[in-house]
């Protein structure tokens, strides 16, 4: 316990970060990939194929890859500079998005075509057709998928821990430098297990909570 209690402000800190980073690489990838999913079912060609390239390029990428390009490659390229937090927001939005626009293209696939053209019918443009009629079903069909993207989200903002971000991960080092003594990191993972098993099982809680209220909505 006493890598837990002795060290409450960096625990603190480290589940700050942790949520941070999931809850802003989330907000990212749930618009960026909403928009992708999209144009993945786009009539437009053009929409389409950057669509297709978007998800190709970046789901076949390691994250671990693109977290190398935002914390090292970014910073070379003369732009506005971002604090190390920010860049992983925004690296782990932009990956969990290819995975919530394939789980979207899923969900809307599952919503009738008979819907759509109905919808196109009465004069409706392909935006609102989707924001109208068929994302709001797309995204009740999928919640079980969409929320397992968002568990590997949230386990994979241990990555940030080796670029220089202090969450759940980094504590290993932090925490076992200043304990020093035998056991301590084992210790330490242990606790950190703990609090992903607690967060995960809280979103499992949400997942369910959406189940039964979208599907009562039916």
Request: charged fraction near 10%; avoid cysteine.
């Given at each position: 316990m006493d890598a837990l209690l002795g060290n409450l402000d960096l625990w603190g800190a480290a589940i700050l970060n942790t949520i941070v980073l999931f809850l802003g690489g989330g907000a990212l990838a749930l618009v960026l990939g909403t928009i992708v999913g999209a144009m993945r079912v786009s009539p437009v060609p053009i929409a389409r194929g950057?669509?297709?390239?978007?998800?190709?390029?970046?789901?076949?990428?390691?994250?671990?890859?693109?977290?190398?390009?935002?914390?090292?490659?970014?910073?070379?390229?003369?732009?506005?500079e971002i604090p190390f937090l920010p860049l992983g927001i925004i690296a782990l939005g932009i990956y969990s998005a290819t995975y919530v626009a394939e789980v979207l293209r899923a969900g809307i696939n599952t919503v009738p075509v008979g819907q759509a053209e109905a919808a196109r019918a009465i004069g409706l443009s392909f935006g609102q057709v989707m924001t109208l009629v068929v994302m709001p079903q797309a995204f009740r069909s999928v919640v079980p998928p969409m929320m397992s993207v968002f568990i590997a989200l949230l386990k994979n903002t241990t990555i940030a821990a080796g670029f220089g971000i202090a969450e759940l991960a980094a504590l290993r080092a932090t925490v076992a430098d200043s304990a020093n003594r035998p056991g301590t990191v084992m210790e330490i993972l242990l606790w950190v297990a703990v609090v992903f098993i607690v967060l995960v099982m809280l979103l499992s809680l949400l997942q369910r909570h959406f189940e039964k209220k979208w599907r009562i909505a039916r």
């Open positions: 950057v669509g297709t390239v978007y998800v190709n390029l970046i789901r076949n990428t390691p994250l671990t890859l693109v977290f190398f390009f935002f914390v090292f490659g970014y910073p070379k390229l003369d732009l506005p």
